[in-house]
């Protein structure tokens, strides 16, 4: 099974996607707080991966609020619940890590789920972006604060277009 890579321009800086048959396996900024490294062995192929770089220029776009890609992140089963939950919480909302610790049917697993988040493989997809603390305030990002800031801003720029100010 082959893995393959290629980097994407977005918004929010260089973007690089790693997947394989099973699906998109990583999406990482290439100024976060971790770098992200090429593996030798990985072969870049544009058109492997040319269905989720579409779906992430639409988004970006404004044409496309909801992901349907097949995403296999690697992780434990907590990270993996917790991945799961953030992927219902709606474009352009918020959550704190204590209401998706108590989603996840563990409400006193605030700072795990906070540690989950943050090993979030497949950035922007998977919207870590949408947890916040439970002051409101901007919490710590993979992709810095200001790729936080610009995505939840765009998110509900998008909503008030599409509700015409009304939501």
Known sequence: MDTCYQWMESPVGKLLLVGDERGLRELQFAKGRT????????????????????????????????FDLALEPEGTE?????????????????VSYGELARRIGNPSASRA????????????L????????????????????ENKRWLL?????????????RR
């Open 35 to 66: 770098p992200p490294a090429v593996v030798a062995t990985w072969k870049n192929d544009d058109a492997f991966l040319r269905e989720p770089v579409r779906q992430l220029r639409a988004f970006f776009a404004g044409e496309l609020h909801r």
């Open 78 to 94: 907590f990270q993996q619940r917790v991945w799961s939950a953030l992927q219902e919480i709606p474009f352009g909302e918020t």
């Open 113 to 124: 789920v906070g540690l989950a988040n943050g090993s979030n493989p497949i950035a922007i």
């Open 126 to 145: 998977i919207p870590c972006h949408r947890v916040i603390g439970s002051d409101g305030k901007l919490t710590g990002y993979g992709g810095g604060l």
């Open 153 to 165: 801003d765009f998110e509900r720029s998008q909503l008030r277009l599409a509700f015409g100010g």
